[in-house]
């Protein structure tokens, strides 16, 4: 028993034997409340469409073994008496340690939540999925501030000169920065003002392609080739951007050219039979058609519709039907289409003429 009577920091072996085994014992039991209960939410969640279940799970199961040591080291610490210094610098540790698996457990929070609302949203308004991004860094970003400012007052750090030397700081590193909060502020601009949503169909000078992220720094569009086209966001908004996604319809203009042969009375009916061709289809709206020039080589006509659909196979479809409409009746008719020639006349004198011109 003299050697439990021991003392080591003002305790004998016995408290400390005492305390050790508090510290392994909590960490144990804090261990297996993780992995049981974690695991059982985690199983109830995939069977329940209950998104709370889920949340809560992956925020126990994902709790750091390393908080859970510190836990048993506080729990254990109770059971000795140490130097006022130790002791204070012990319960700092478990703050610290708590306000970073808060944290934690805040990040998973936050992000579960965004992604429910995300999921939601683009069924309804794909726009909201670049506003949900912004809003969940945004969200994070002010959630870690918190935690730091809250963990360096608890190490008795004066957080209020430490903010003021931070926006002293921050005009500094804002200057060196400029590219980076452009194209920041560009991607709120494009978050709020909603010029294109991802799915949209844009074309930026030569290149074209679907929307399909738009990032903080970055918008992605994916070409009808295949590959991934990277645009900057500041760049993107100094661009002139065709967006096909906000057409509600589609004003086609087309030409065609007959022979200088055709009769007139041909002619005069040559519009009446775009017109039939272009009002006999589905989702369309005549505008015009109209003798327009005499051409090089063909006597040339103009046509103005609309396709009623953004859709481009339908507009594809619907075009290629008055074509063939068109084609028909020309045969019928007998109107011919021009297409380039040159027609060489040759005057022929007779033998007598180019007697007389050659005594002449």
Sequence with gaps: MEF???EFMGNDLLDWLIASTILVSSVILLWIFRRLVGGRLSHRASLSKTHWNNIIAKQITRTKLLFLVVVGLYLGSLFVELPARLDAMVYSILVIALLIQVGIWGVILISELLELYERRALEKNAAAVATINIIGLASKLVLWSI?????????GINITALVAGLGIGGIAIALALQNILGDLFASLSIVFDKPFVIGDFVIIDEYLGSIEHIGLKTTRIRSLSGEQLVFSNSDLLNSRIRNYGRMFERRVVSSLGVTYQTPREKLKLIPLIIREAVE????TRFD???FMKYGDYALAFETVYYVLSPDYNTYMDIQQAIYFAIHERFEQEQIEFAYPTQTLFISQQTESQQTESAGG
């Design 4 to 6: 439990f009577e021991m």
């Design 147 to 155: 935690v730091a400012l809250l963990a360096l007052d608890n190490l």
């Design 280 to 283: 006999a289809q589905e989702k």
């Design 288 to 290: 015009r058609a109209h």
